[in-house]
Structure formats: structure tokens, C-alpha cells
């Protein structure tokens, strides 16, 4: 059995530490702050990642692939987002290496092999796409222009957790072209919903929409919306960006389309992204003790059949109804596994497949097949159905929608609960410094009160929700009238 | 209407490269040798990645992500592999900018961010990889270890060409582990059958399977094995490898396994990939002098359908038509769509969806509906199929298998033709320079022999054949017995 996970009420960074590691998601490399994907975390992704991708292409958008590098002089033409990322860019400035004569078999960078210009390794890619961009936008017949591209980006972080914050990560950045303010506006507003829906659709994790304060925009943006979404631990997650880009990009690459009448305009841009960090997000909203919880629409196995093969004369009429069931269950397109590993114990399986969140297990041995009696066992909340053979596979089929749902309604009940309307700064103070949650309150709009919030308390303006009425409401801080209410928290 | 296409016999090299960019394939970007893979070219190799993925899943390997950057350590560890790549790689040095005193919004890399150990940008990953099969590996029941990767690798290539050869591209990268030698040269050779089956039966382009000669094997291979395919101007494109790496990269990262009986041995390896040089194969085996010629199974876009209004009175019957028949279509699964840009003429529509290889074409006009006659019309022979509206739908539904076999024996006879047996010289170097397509002979297995010929005739060994009988064949350079019966011919 692998090690014993360490419980959240003990250590809840420890815990979320063990789960990654010990259902097989994700590893630190032996590049500073790079992780490696492992099999089961991957799969995990590729089923968000291919449900996502439908739904941009079903909402118009197609995909491309832009270069990795980015010339140093692009990187800089939009100043906002140069300061942004600048602090944090890996650099190549040599293109070879050569044998070093002072040590045989050991090489060093070739001096000879200086680049004239640098590269950085893209953060992110609306530099290189919007000089792209200039050469593919003459008049309004070129656009919109509605691309996503799947991608690595780096980013020097200092501090790095497992797909929370790594150097690396993987990660879809769309990038939009318009021809009006308005229509940019409303593509920034979709992606942002269909954020959203995937958020607590698929990843059963509700979120609260809204845009953020000036000081937490994405460098170059004129307008961020987001999506957050609340953890366990009462923290927040921003899990996915969605930004207006005004005509920045544009200024900057100097990309203007002719209109209708002939007139030159400069167009409206829009960029947007999630990343491997909904990895963490889905892992920190579901999981217990016990390991990874996991929903079945994102769940690589949906259901776990284990034969327990005790004795040679049982074991053939054992082996026979695990394949008819397997069989079977695949046919309904439910993702089905056996697991027939030999040489390990039945404990060593049930806990595997609890640790990795497996959210369906039947186990097949002589004692069911004689009685015609098997159970159905739910990873999510530890109960148990029993059903005769001949209505098992119909049960496991309308389970998948039955535990997703449970699991979305389980997190919108956590989520209301953890979430608390406050007009005193001193409520505020006592919700924050005990991590209760989302805590709404009123602000005054000024960067001074927001800056000052956060260093008194570490909570941050999370997002400005649009449907939020500020009518009579006062900032907690100043006690000037609230400009906004809006959602604070401490946050990853 | 866009360029017109260079023909063939007019400038080869230019007719590819007007294919890739009035296609709208790819195009050459800002960053040197670097490409940008447009939505199109995107989309025709999602379809190709996507069935190359089902064909690894359904061999039993799993996809996982490791990182982008190789410690200049660890890509040293195995010696040939290192000197094979050193030469072309870019590196990373430094992992901050900041503002240039000089210049105000310019920046400079920060030289106190200069990395203690430069970064190497992957050009292949065996390196990063076993390294952390070390931690993954300690006895048998670890193995075998089959995992793939879908990435981008950087080689810093001189000379660069859409798709053929560029600095960045992306590919998908094998490694396994196994325990014995046996195992690991079996799953070289059933991912090379993997390789030669994808090309013939999904890309329509037969290949030539064998291994390579030493001086052409991957750095660190103990044996390469290839496909090799004949593009129409008679030069070769290697167009997947698929590497036996016995102990080479276990040794170098100390990677052994405890087998049954407790005995530490090194692991054996492979590793294989192909790449979207893949890309260039495809257009350079079927396109012609009108522009791209897709086998339908790669076709983003199956058939197109072009609405023709003359009037308003008809328009109202012609759009119903049209849009019946692309629902009528997609059901059955086929990739349909309707070409209904405004302001556009029909000779613009007909030669886009031609210079683009859209696979079939059907025209809904007036006199269509009238007379209940429609024509499919066929991209990759010219032809057309009248038929009466009700069956429209389930020729274009059996076309699409019809054209895919039509095209894979069209390729079939072309690399038949193109394949000549030699036993002199003089006959060899005659149809070397005539650049007559794949030219089969004795060799001596020397590699003076080899270097040889290269250097009088630019041609290389492309593989060597396992069926191949070399008995009584002698040498055509040497006279010696033939140690092997290979293919030679010019390459890209």
C-alpha cells in the first residue's frame, strides 16, 4: 500500500502535496520549478482539454499554433505587458553548444554562437500573434479573426506548487480579432461563460464570475473578467481569464483594418486562457482523506471492475462475468477498466482505486457470482449499492449523471455556505484572518483602500461581480459610499 | 482569385511553397525558421494526430507531458545523443529582463539573472525522460513503461522549409522501458508498422520500411528503423523513425530493475516519433498544379457546398436545398460545409475549394433545383458524378472510402513505377541524376562505400529492407558481395 495520505484537518498543504503524488497526477523534474505530467494526471487533462476545445469550436473559433520564441523587440512593443512579464522570462541568447576542451564529454555554450537578438520563451503569446496578425488583417472582410492555440508558456516563477504555480505549464490561450469595441466586449463575455459552464459542468465546480480591479488586470488588458472558484481550505482559485485587450496590441503592432467606407481603424483584440492549474482547482474541490475524488466526466476510468480469485475451480466462471460486465458497460460508452494486476491484494486495489478516485468499483468473487449479489461501490461518498448481475450494467450507466450531479450540487452547497455578506471591517477582519471563504463587501473603488485591505488582511479583491446592486452600501474600509461590492479573499 | 500556383515542372520547390501558402497552411513567422501553423494546416494535422493517438492507445501506451528545458547535465549524460544535438540547440541563460538604462521602454537581459546552469530547449527528450524513469524504475513489475508525448522540440536547423525542416516543430515522441532486449526490438518494430500503416492507409501514401544505415541512425540508436516515402519530384522523405536504444540511456542515468530472481540489470529502451514534417509529405504526395489534393480521411472539410443565387425568387428554394443537404450529409458523419460567403464570385469559391483540396464539391444553383440534376464534383481526379438530388447524399457517403482507395493505389503505382533495381554504376548513377525515384542495389556495408556515393552522387541509403535477398548480389560501388540489398535515392 502506498504511503498514508496526510490528513487536510493536519495539514491541508501536505494533504493536497500527497494526493498529486500519490494517485499518480503529476511529479517535480529536475528542472527548477518544471513538473512532469504523469499518465493519470495527463489523461485527466486530455479529457478537459478535448471538452473544451469543443465547445470553442463550437462557439466559431479554430485552432492554430504560433512560435514558441518571441523576439526581444516584439516581446517589448506593448509596454504594459512587457513590464508585466518581464520580471519572469526565460531567455535564450545561444544557439549551440561545444565540446569543453578543459573536460572531456562535458560541453559548454558556444561564445560564437550569440544571438543578435534575444528570444524569450513565450509567457504568453498576444506579442507574436498580433505581429502575425498585422500580415493577416487588411479590411473588415478579414475579421473577426477567433483563434485558440494549445500550448506550453513559461513563466520564472520563484515559488512553485504542482500545477498551481509551475514554471512551465500547459495551458489554451485564444486570441481574437474585431472589428468593433462592442463585439470584442461580447466575445470576452462568452469565453467567460464558457468557462464558467465547463467549471461547474464537467469539473462539477461552481464558480462566481465577474471582472477584476485595475491592479489585478492582466498587463496590456483594459478589462479582465474571471472565473473563481472556492477551495476546501476557504481559499480561492483564480481558474480561468478572459481579457478585453482594447486596441493596445493593435497600437503596439500597428494592425488597423479598413471599414466599410475605406477608413483605417485600429482593431479590437481579446485574449483568454485556462491552464493545467484547473488541475489543482479540480483536485482541491472534491478530494477527501482518502485521496483524489474525481467527477465522473473527468474521470480517465469511470468504473473499476476487480475479479478475487481465491481458488483455480472458481476462477474461470469469475473471469467470464468480469468480461461479460466489462463488455458490456463498454458498450454503453461508460470508461470502463479490469483490474487484473497479478501478485497484488484485493486491499492494495481498493485503496488504489480510492486514492486515484476512481468514482465507480465492483469487485467479482466467488461469493457474488454464487449468490448473484454485487456491489456497487461510490467513491465520492462511500456508499454502496446492491444489484443482481443482470441490472448492474444499467445501474453503473445512469450513475455517471447521477454522481455528477450530486457532486455540482455538494459544491454549490459549500460554496453558498462559505460565502458571507459583511458591513463591518471588523467582521470582515474576524471572516478573513479565520479563511472562511468569499466574504462580500463594499468598496469604495480606490486603489489605496484595496492596497491597504490587502496588506492589514492578505485578502485580495477576488472579482467585481456584474450583477452585484451597490445601491446604499458603504466600504467597509473607508466608509465612503461603495463604488462596488465586490468579492474578497485570500486566495492562491 | 488568389496567386496562381507555379507548376511543378516550372519550379518544384516553388510549387510547394505556393501550396503551403495559398492553402492556407503556414507561413514563415517572425522568429527565424520558425513557422506559424495557420487554422487549416492546424486542423489537417489534428486529424492526423488524433488517429496516430488512437493507434498508440490502442497498442497500450499513454500520454504524459515532461518538461521543455534539459539541464545542460543531464543532455550531456549520454555521449552521442549530446554530440549528435549539441550543434543545433537553442539555450537558455539568464531568466529576467529589465528596463535598459539607455533606451526608455527597451529592454536588456538582466545579467544578474544568469542561471548557474544553462537550460537546453528540448530537441528530443530522451535525456529529461530517463532521468526520471530512474525514479519510476526499480524492479520488473515496473515495466514495461510505454509512454508518448505530444510536444514541440526546437533544432536550431540552418537551412529551414515549411513543415520539411524548421527550427520549431511539433511532434509526438515514444519512450518505453522494458526488461528485456526482445521486448524493446519488438515494440521498435511495431511502431514502425504503426508508422507504415498510417501512412498508407490514412494519408494514401505508401512507404518503403527498413533500417538505417549506421551513419544514419539516430544519435544514441543501437538501430533506426524508418519509413521512407517517394514524393512526386523522386526524392525521398523519411517520414517516421523508430529507434532501438538498448542500455545506451539506462547506462548513462544509472537506470536499472531488480528482475525475478532480485538481479540488478539496465533497462532496455526505445523511443519514435513522427512530426508535422509529416505535413510535407502529405502535400507533396498528392497535390497537383491547381493547388492541394487531400486523401479524405485527412480532410478537415469532406465536401463543400456552394448555394448559387442569380435571384431573389429562387434564392428562398436554393438555400432550403442546400441546407437540407448539409444536414442529410453530417449525419452520416461526413465533414460538410456550406461556402456561403457574401461578395464572393463562384470562380473564386470553385478555385478556393480546389487550391485548398477540399475532396468533393457539389454547386446548388437554379438550374440544379429545376431539373433535379447535381453534380459532385471530385478534387483529386477531376471527375464528376451527376446524380438526382435523392441520392446525393449517399454517393458522397460512399465517395469518401472510393477516393481514399482510389488515391492509395494511384500512390501505390506511382512509388511501383518509380522503384528500379540497378546492378552497374553507370545504370545507378544515370537514374540518381535523372532523380528517377527510389533506386534498389548492392551494397558492401562499408561505410567508405557509403560516404562514396554520397559524395559523387548526393544519394543516400534510405534503408535497408529486412525482405530484401542479397544472395550472389555484389556491390554496385565496390564489386565486393553485397553485405546488403538497400534503397538509395536523393532526399529531403
Redesign the interface.
Known amino acids: 500500500m502506498g504511503k498514508k495520505i496526510t490528513p487536510r484537518n493536519v495539514d491541508y498543504s501536505k494533504w493536497y502535496n500527497d494526493i498529486v503524488s500519490e494517485a499518480g497526477l503529476a511529479?517535480s523534474?529536475?528542472?527548477r520549478g518544471?513538473?512532469?505530467?504523469?499518465?493519470y494526471g495527463?489523461?485527466i487533462w486530455?479529457l478537459m482539454k478535448s471538452q473544451l476545445d469543443n465547445m470553442f469550436k463550437e462557439t466559431g473559433h479554430?485552432?492554430?499554433?504560433?512560435?514558441?520564441?518571441?523576439?526581444?523587440s516584439?516581446?517589448?512593443a506593448e509596454?504594459k505587458n512587457?513590464e508585466g512579464f518581464?520580471?519572469?522570462?526565460?531567455?535564450?541568447?545561444?544557439?549551440?553548444?561545444?565540446?569543453d576542451s578543459d573536460k572531456k564529454?562535458?560541453?559548454i555554450?558556444d561564445p560564437d554562437?550569440k544571438l543578435e537578438e534575444?528570444?524569450?520563451?513565450r509567457p504568453t503569446s498576444e506579442a507574436?500573434i498580433w505581429?502575425?496578425y498585422k500580415?493577416w488583417i487588411q479590411s473588415y472582410?478579414d475579421l473577426p479573426i477567433l483563434?485558440n492555440q494549445w500550448?506550453?508558456v513559461?513563466r520564472?516563477e520563484m515559488r512553485t506548487r504542482l500545477f498551481l504555480r509551475t514554471a512551465?505549464f500547459?495551458w489554451q490561450e485564444g486570441h481574437t480579432a474585431h472589428a468593433t469595441k462592442e463585439e470584442a466586449l461580447k466575445e470576452t463575455k462568452l469565453i467567460n461563460n464558457i468557462y464558467s459552464e465547463f467549471a461547474e459542468k464537467y469539473m462539477a465546480m461552481p464558480v462566481i464570475q465577474g471582472s477584476k480591479s485595475e491592479s489585478e488586470r492582466f498587463a496590456g488588458a483594459e478589462e479582465t473578467l474571471c472565473i473563481e472558484a472556492l477551495m476546501q481550505d476557504g481559499k480561492a482559485l483564480q481558474a480561468g481569464t478572459s481579457h478585453f485587450l482594447g486596441q493596445n496590441f493593435a497600437k503596439a503592432f500597428d494592425v488597423k483594418f479598413a471599414d466599410k467606407s475605406g477608413k483605417l481603424e485600429y482593431v479590437w483584440a481579446t485574449s483568454w486562457g485556462v491552464s493545467t492549474r484547473l488541475m489543482g482547482a479540480l483536485i482541491m474541490s472534491h478530494s477527501d482523506d482518502s485521496g483524489l475524488i474525481l467527477p465522473p466526466l473527468l474521470a480517465p476510468t469511470q468504473i473499476i471492475i476487480i475479479p478475487l480469485i481465491k481458488s483455480e475451480e472458481s476462477s474461470k466462471k469469475i473471469l467470464k462475468k468480469t468480461d461479460d460486465l466489462f463488455n458490456s458497460i463498454k458498450k454503453t460508452g461508460v470508461r470502463v477498466k479490469i483490474d487484473n494486476r497479478e501478485?497484488i491484494s484485493l486491499g492494495f486495489k481498493l485503496n488504489d482505486s480510492e486514492v486515484k478516485g476512481i468514482p465507480m468499483r465492483i469487485v467479482i468473487g466467488e461469493k457474488e457470482v454464487e449468490k448473484d449479489e454485487f456491489e456497487i461501490f461510490f467513491r465520492y461518498n462511500f456508499e454502496k449499492v446492491s444489484s443482481k448481475y443482470s441490472e448492474l450494467t444499467s445501474i453503473v450507466e445512469s450513475s455517471i449523471m447521477k454522481i455528477q450531479e450530486d457532486m455540482i450540487l455538494k459544491s454549490k452547497k459549500r460554496l453558498k455556505k462559505h460565502t458571507h455578506e459583511v458591513s463591518s471591517y471588523d467582521e470582515f477582519k474576524e471572516l478573513i484572518s479565520s479563511q472562511s471563504g468569499f466574504v462580500i463587501a463594499g468598496w469604495d473603488g480606490t486603489s489605496e483602500t484595496e492596497e491597504a485591505i490587502k496588506s492589514e488582511t492578505k485578502a485580495t479583491i477576488r472579482c467585481i461581480p456584474e450583477d452585484f446592486d451597490n445601491k446604499g452600501v458603504k466600504c467597509i474600509y473607508s466608509g465612503e459610499p461603495a463604488r462596488h461590492k465586490v468579492i474578497f479573499s485570500k486566495s492562491y
Open positions: 511529479e523534474s529536475d528542472v518544471c513538473m512532469v505530467i504523469k499518465p495527463f489523461a486530455e479554430e485552432n492554430a499554433y504560433f512560435p514558441l520564441f518571441v523576439p526581444k516584439l516581446f517589448e509596454e512587457a518581464a520580471k519572469e522570462c526565460a531567455v535564450v541568447t545561444h544557439y549551440r553548444l561545444k565540446n564529454g562535458k560541453l555554450v554562437s534575444e528570444l524569450i520563451v507574436i505581429k502575425t500580415r472582410r483563434i500550448a506550453n513559461v520564472w512551465e500547459l501478485n
